[in-house]
């Protein structure tokens, strides 16, 4: 049964171990509304009839981000790209109709470049909370702190272009325009070949910057980042 009364989720957002607790009443897969319609109905319907105030904290998108986490880009793309084809033949109203209204864009998003995945998005907010109580750290303590949210979130053991991301919007996060430029167009690069290694070909990531930036990427190099060239530059 696909309902909130069947699963169990850790409190952490770190931890993994999520739980089905039963399996009974269980069907087999039909087509993508088979999965996604008692989602709609258990989840945000009834939470929506039982809450009404926080009904406009509900996101569609929270389907799309699951299928992303769980099926990777590829598949996902092709997930919610069936998904918008079986919503096609039934009646938009509700959160049918509101899901139907998100897939473009989401689906756009997926297809034009790197995705922050909820992973992600929870490891950057972690960090970025932590550096509001720390923000005159030292450069050391936060880069341990950026090896600590990879270490907690198992980024260790995803994709590299998830690890430039959570590079990018942390310790990165207030580079110099021209860094975060050169970053950016390293991640659409990553992005484009996700089976080649980063190791910055075309001197894609720019200049180095500052002394504190400088300090920031030697110990970022030790994780697999990749020499900052002057722009232009050909190694």
């Known amino acids: 049964m696909i309902t909130p009364m069947n699963v169990a989720v850790s409190e952490?957002?770190?931890?993994?171990?999520?739980?089905?607790?039963?399996l009974s009443d269980w069907r087999p897969y039909e087509d993508t509304l088979s999965l996604v319609r008692p989602m709609l109905r258990n989840f945000f319907k009834q939470t929506s009839v039982n809450f009404p105030w926080i009904t406009r904290n509900l996101e569609l998108s929270w389907i799309c981000d699951a299928a992303y986490e769980a099926l990777g880009r590829k598949r996902a793309l092709g997930f919610l790209r069936?998904?918008?084809?079986?919503?096609?033949?039934?009646?938009?109203d509700g959160f049918r109709g509101r899901l139907a209204n998100e897939l473009d864009e989401v689906i756009a998003r997926?297809?034009?470049?790197?995705?922050?995945?909820?992973?992600?998005?929870?490891?950057?907010?972690?960090?970025?909370?932590?550096?509001?109580?720390?923000?005159?750290a030292q450069e050391r303590a936060k880069l341990q702190q950026v090896e600590e949210v990879i270490r907690l979130y198992g980024l260790n053991r995803e994709a590299e272009l998830d690890r430039y991301l959570l590079y990018r919007h942390t310790i990165f996060h207030d580079a110099d325009e021209a860094t975060q430029a050169a970053f950016?167009?390293?991640?659409?690069a990553l992005f484009q070949e996700p089976e080649r290694p980063a190791t910055d070909p075309h001197g894609a990531f720019?200049?180095?910057?500052?002394?504190?930036?400088?300090?920031?990427?030697?110990?970022?190099?030790?994780?697999?980042?990749?020499?900052l060239h002057p722009p232009g530059a050909r190694c």
Do not use: N
Not at 82 to 92: E, F
């Open 184 to 188: 950016d167009r390293l991640l659409q």
């Open 110 to 136: 997926y297809e034009s470049g790197p995705t922050l995945g909820c992973a992600l998005r929870c490891a950057i907010a972690r960090y970025r909370r932590w550096e509001e109580h720390g923000s005159m």
């Open 206 to 227: 720019g200049p180095a910057g500052d002394g504190r930036q400088r300090r920031r990427t030697r110990r970022l190099q030790a994780h697999g980042l990749p020499p």
């Open 12 to 22: 952490p957002d770190f931890r993994t171990g999520a739980k089905v607790l039963s």
């Open 82 to 92: 069936d998904l918008r084809k079986d919503l096609a033949g039934h009646r938009l």
